[in-house]
């Protein structure tokens, strides 16, 4: 399994914009990795992680719309500079928000092969790749908010879609392994797609004191939100990887989380890595909570800063 990297293993950190056309190659602050032996990993369009030694994992987004293919060879080069492996997640839509397809036509289009050739010539592209790739498709289909357009399908139409855009992706090379990457929510094993296509399950852990406080009555840590997930996700006895992690709440709060989110190796054996999500949230939370900014160090905020701007 790819993302499967030795606990002492120093990386670093590379990340491409929204659009993939260019990268985000210096910062004014340095940042670093939580404390931990577990592999560390990020998502970090902005560049905070440029020169950690400590991040092993290079995470992309990309859609499968209106991508710059040429800007994947520029981010493999990155990673090899920086000796990280890399995780690609591929949302079957494009980012200009005025055009994206409503989920009917999205269904339809996979099913006629609508989509093959955008598949085909981005996993063609990942197959040219040195450094060693994981892809994960369609993440978080178990979503209830409606943010996707490929959440909450009929389980068996997800499952159908997923093996497609494997299949297409395993015609081209045999190099990848694939993340099928739920929330970690009640329903998720509905949409498992079966062993033959999965090598590592991926779940999405996201701490937002203000939120849990109001809505909840009560902060939660990153062991009351993550261990039921982590516990679902072992039916399938696989790997676990946080393939998206983020938290924000004031310096006590966030200390916790630093803390925990990378040394619970004895409570949860089979978690392999965990991938902070660097960047301010693209969607609103729920309940007019804003869009939190899960980036460090603005994910720490002053005592009663708590309501995000939006």
């Known amino acids: ?46 560049g905070g992680f440029t020169d950690d030694r400590d991040v092993q994992i290079e995470h992309l987004f990309l859609p499968w719309e209106d991508v ?22 591929i949302e079957p839509w494009t980012w200009t928000r005025n055009e994206r ?14 989509y093959d050739a955008n598949m085909r010539e981005i996993c063609k592209t990942l197959a040219g790749f040195k450094s060693p790739v994981t892809i994960r498709w369609a993440q978080e289909m178990d979503d209830t908010s409606g943010q996707f357009i490929w959440a909450q399908w009929n389980p068996e139409t997800y499952v159908a879609a997923y093996r497609r855009v494997v299949d297409i992706c395993r015609a081209e090379s045999d190099q990848f392994d694939y993340m099928w990457s739920p929330l970690g929510f009640e329903t998720m094993a509905q949409f498992y797609p079966g062993d033959d296509y999965v090598d590592v399950v991926g779940l999405s852990v996201f701490g937002l004191q203000d939120w849990e406080q109001k809505i909840l ?94």
């Open 217 to 310: 009555g009560g902060e939660q840590s990153f062991d009351d939100i993550f261990a039921p997930r982590y516990q679902r996700a072992l039916e399938f006895g696989l790997p676990v990887v946080i393939a998206e992690l983020g938290y924000v709440g004031d310096a006590a709060y966030v200390e916790k989380w630093n803390q925990a989110v990378r040394s619970r190796i004895s409570e949860y054996p089979e978690l392999r890595a965990v991938l902070y999500f660097n960047q301010q949230e693209v969607y609103p939370w729920p309940d007019d909570f804003g869009l939190p900014d899960w980036q460090f160090p603005q994910n720490t905020l002053e005592p009663r800063e708590a309501r995000l701007s939006d």
């Open 1 to 46: 399994m790819t993302l499967t990297l030795t606990r002492s293993d120093p990386g670093t950190v590379l990340f491409a914009t929204g659009t993939l056309t260019w990268f985000a190659l210096f910062t004014s602050l340095a940042l670093a990795a939580p404390p931990g032996a577990l592999p560390f990993g990020v998502y970090d369009p902005n």
């Open 101 to 114: 397809n409503t989920s009917a036509t999205l269904i339809e289009g996979i099913f006629n092969g609508t």
């Open 68 to 89: 710059f293919l040429p800007s994947l060879l520029q981010a493999d080069e990155y990673a090899q500079e920086r000796r990280r492996n890399v995780l690609v997640t």
